[in-house]
Structure formats: structure tokens, C-alpha cells
């Protein structure tokens, strides 16, 4: 198993960037690609971006592409999800989330281990 911990949301203005880390713990980092996703009040969870499990590809919602970067450091067990040109309809609770296999998915039942989520607010 692997356990997920975010850190890095908070308050930002618009047009501002923030960058999200996920710390995994337990197993090899390196066999699990990683998704985050995210879910605003009201609204269904959504997916925001994925990695492989050795970081050599990537996947992104049309909503951030361009904006949005998601890595992988398997040597700190950490992925990131470097948001930038924020938009108030970013404003969610976003989640990192691992699956052991090499490639990822955009469906989020796909995912084995989820993160407690961190809060991010984008002020107009």
C-alpha cells in the first residue's frame, strides 16, 4: 500500500499559480502512476491531470491544459502539480491519487489510494 499526504493549497488571486505536492509513503513510489482531481461544492469530482509511473508522459483535462503541469519525483516519492493562470472556476478540493500500474487513468474508481485532499481558492 501507499499513503498519499497533499500539501500546498491555500488562498491565491486570479491570474496567480500554486503548487500542489502529493508525499507517498509505503511502497516503491516509483510503480504507481499518479492522477489528481479535484471536486468544487456541488459539483462531481473531476479529473485535473495524470502522470506515468516513471514520468515520461502526461495527461490533462482540456480545462488546464497549458496551465497546468502535473511531475513526478520518484527519488522523493513526491508529485506536483504546478497551477498556473489560475481562474476562480479553478476552486476546488484537489486530490492526488495513486494506482500501481504504468499508465494512468481519468476515471477516478481507476485509482487505489487517495489522498485527504487540499483546499485551493482563487479570488476574482
Known amino acids: 500500500q501507499v499513503q498519499l499526504v497533499e500539501s500546498g493549497g491555500g488562498l491565491v488571486q486570479a491570474g496567480g499559480s500554486v503548487r500542489l505536492s502529493c508525499a507517498a509513503s509505503g511502497r516503491t513510489f516509483s510503480s504507481y502512476s499518479v492522477g489528481w482531481f479535484r471536486q468544487a461544492p456541488g459539483k462531481e469530482r473531476e479529473f485535473v491531470a495524470a502522470?506515468?509511473?516513471?514520468?515520461?508522459?502526461?495527461f490533462y483535462a482540456d480545462s488546464v491544459k497549458g496551465r497546468f503541469t502535473i511531475s513526478k519525483d520518484n527519488a522523493k516519492n513526491t508529485a506536483y502539480l504546478q497551477m498556473n493562470s489560475l481562474k476562480p472556476e479553478d476552486t476546488a478540493v484537489y486530490y492526488c491519487?495513486?494506482?500501481?500500474?504504468?499508465?494512468?487513468?481519468?476515471?477516478?474508481?481507476?485509482?487505489?489510494?487517495w489522498g485527504q485532499g487540499t483546499q485551493v481558492t482563487v479570488s476574482s
Open positions: 502522470i506515468t509511473w516513471g514520468g515520461g508522459s502526461t
Open positions: 491519487c495513486a494506482v500501481e500500474r504504468r499508465f494512468p487513468s481519468v476515471v477516478a474508481n481507476d485509482y487505489d489510494y
